[in-house]
């Protein structure tokens, strides 16, 4: 998954590209007395370096400018940049200006002459729109950063934790169920530090053979084994200046294990079949799903090894910790299927959200990731209702009778859950009820 470039909070910030100095100027002082951020360009080739160099919300550009004109400029932005939103600004109103345009990717358009009241109106009607858009997106607004999502404070944390280890070089142990988004965490903390620009590179620990791993891991000469050709680079190796994510740690044999430990200490490795030690730089992290100092207890884990790879130790809380980033997540995952599939973004019952917040999501983040994909595509953009959602899902309701509600809290319950059986279809609802649709609407109404 990508990783997503922080957007900086902070007032919107606004690009204005106009050729007439004067009218620069009237949309800066109307839009900056508003409490945005302005920067102003006399042309398009000044707004490429601008948007080259700095993050922009909205521009707004006129259409009709000496040498190249906005439609260029717009065509540019919709080919290079997602999240911004552009206005269109012309003098000569014109249908075919305006068409052309929105055809370009113009979501907006003002005609001068405008009032600073018109101005201010529309350019509000964009901000709401980049918000929500945003917030569908789960992007920065809604609490995320390095494209994962998440507001809760146990995300927060982890948040946190990501900066603190992007900063340095020292041994990161990403520990958390599975599904919980440690090969994202471990990418989001090389993205986030110097070593960008070298390679991440990925290892399972179980899927690579026994016999093979530390050829693997360490690289091996010509000869050193049947079948090695020639002399080749391991991981460590390859991933040299970057970073080495070993996942599945807790599955690494203890011959393994020995072999990791002193390539950590000693920062060298030795290929198989040499006696020639190579200094490495590769940063490492590991990931795990088992409990290390179980794994310890048990003799499965050496313990100098845990404390060498727990420098940085970041846990990542299973998705029923983590309260209402269930939402965040929903959206996100609804809004980039339904774009992928080219299909229109589903909703929620009331009923469909409340079990999904009552599972308990053994699968995590990758479990709700699928059903999203899922039901995006079944649904087609319809409401999604509690029938629509696996059986196991449907069962979460809680086993025991409660004896400690109100009759017409009972009430107000099933009346909710034969409407979602019948797709919020009043008329069919009134009907298994045998009330008519006039008190059923009065009773809906009344728990308002
Ligand atoms: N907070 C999050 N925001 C957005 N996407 C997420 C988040 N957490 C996980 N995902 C997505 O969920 C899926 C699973 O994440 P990932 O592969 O990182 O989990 P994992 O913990 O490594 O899983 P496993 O233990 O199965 O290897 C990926 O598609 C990932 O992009
Ligand atoms: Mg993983």
Redesign the pocket.
Known sequence: ?AIEPERPAGPIKILVVDDAADAREVLQTHLEDAGYAVRTCAGVEEALQALERAVFDVIITDLRMPKANGLELIQHVRANLQDVEIMMVTGYPSIEGAVEAVKTGAEHYLAKPFTEQELLQAVAAIVDKLSRKRLAHGSAKAG?TH????ASSA?QHVFKSIDKAGGNTATVLIA?E???????VARAIHYAGPRRNAPFVSVNCTAIPENLIESELFGHVKGAFTGAGSTRAGFFEIAEGGTLFL?EIGDASLAMQGKLLRAIQEKTIYKVGSSRAIQVDTRLIV?T?KNLPQLIGQGLFREDLYYRINVIDIP?PPLRERGDDLLL?VN?FHARFAKDLNRPVPFFSDEALRQLMAYHWPGN??EL?NLMQKLVLMCEGARIESVDLPPQMRAARPVARRLDRSLAEHEAEYIREVLDSVRGNKTKAAAILKIDRKTLREKINARR
């Open positions: 998954m995320g494209g994962i999502v998440g995300m958390g599975s599904g919980t988004g440690k090969e994202l996942d990931a799903n990542l997540l996100r983040v990758r990731e």
